[in-house]
């Protein structure tokens, strides 16, 4: 190619901020058209600029120094950062040590998946090269967390609704695996939907970032291509891998050594995080609201000291 990729893709602030015009328009729609989700959108996309500019910055340095044991650091972080998000923000029921559960399993598909892949799949020597390896990491944690969230949250939501069915299962002497199998089953279908459907019309109706990517930065688009499919076996691999691992997981607390359903492990409430941010925000607003009144009662007992002196005083005088 004549062109470099720094000429190509060369891309300022006011190219982003072009770009959350688009999300401003959205927001505008469904603000216009009462469908609630504006101000989500507004949110995500700022979140989204935060995110990325403080990772910009942190991958860079790990690019420079090169070191093997800064990519790991930042392998695990993502799969930390990753597990938080689908304990957190994306699961509306959780099960008892599900934080602990659910970073197993990442940490248990994502990184051998990668190393393996990169190293032989992708012949990349050695497999930590930070521009190669921490891409492939934070694609497979992306999607691994979609999957995950969605095993998860159908298991649960089958306990709760369908318990009756299960004990009924267990009362007949049925073991836990037995009586959980098509739970099971269903929920991976569903965790391993997503990844199927997106290998089955990539390349034809879709053209994948990654390839993309590869293409912009200068690579054929024969070498691009055959990245996006080692990629997406890498994808689908790791996907189901921590949906089998979680699932099974959840099954196994959900469910006792002594076959008994156990709807007291599942928490329906908020997550612990956002139940103390929501402490703490009201302790402030309570604070202020109390400082503020105060303020206000003592100019008001001011004003009327003074009103009472003054018709006191023309009292005397009169």
């Given amino acids: 190619m004549d062109t470099t990729p720094s000429d190509s893709t060369h891309l300022s602030w006011a190219n982003v901020g072009l770009g959350f015009a688009f999300v401003v328009a959205n927001a505008f729609l469904s603000t216009s058209l009462n469908l609630g989700v504006g101000g989500l959108l507004v949110t ?18 790990v690019f420079e120094t090169n ?6 650091g ?8 990753g597990t938080v998000e689908a304990v957190a923000n994306k699961s509306k029921k959780r099960f008892h040590n599900m934080f602990s559960s659910v970073l197993i399993s990442m940490l248990g598909s994502t990184i051998p998946v990668s190393i393996i892949g990169a190293r032989y ?16 990491v934070g694609m497979l944690c ?5 999957g995950v969230v969605v095993a998860v949250a159908y298991v649960l939501k089958e306990m709760c609704d369908n318990r009756d069915k299960v004990e009924m299962y267990l009362a007949f002497g049925a073991s836990r695996f037995e009586a959980c199998l098509p739970i099971a089953r269903e929920a991976l279908r569903l965790a391993l939907t997503p990844t199927i459907n997106q290998m089955s019309v990539i390349g034809i109706i879709a053209i994948p970032g990654m390839m993309t990517g590869a293409i912009l930065g200068g690579s054929s688009v024969e070498q691009a291509a055959k990245l996006q499919m080692v990629i997406m076996f890498m994808i689908s691999a790791s996907t189901a891998l921590a949906a089998i691992v979680t699932t099974v997981t959840t099954l196994a607390i959900v469910v006792d050594n002594e076959h008994r359903v156990r709807p007291d492990r599942v928490d329906v409430r908020d997550h612990t995080i956002w139940r103390a941010r929501n402490w703490v925000f009201a302790k402030i607003v309570g604070a202020v609201k109390s400082v503020v009144a105060g303020c206000c ?7 009327s000291s003074g009103t009472n002196g003054h018709r006191t005083g023309e009292a005397l005088l009169g």
């Fill in 121 to 136: 799949a992708m012949a990349v020597d050695p497999f930590w090269k930070p521009e190669q390896y921490i891409p492939i």
């Fill in 142 to 146: 992306g999607n691994t967390i979609s």
């Fill in 297 to 303: 009662c003592r100019r008001w007992k001011k004003g």
């Fill in 44 to 61: 995500s996309a700022l979140r989204c600029i935060v995110q990325l500019a403080i990772v910009g910055l942190l991958l860079q340095r």
């Fill in 67 to 72: 070191n093997p044991w800064a990519v790991a």
């Fill in 74 to 81: 930042i392998a695990c972080l993502l799969n930390l950062l």
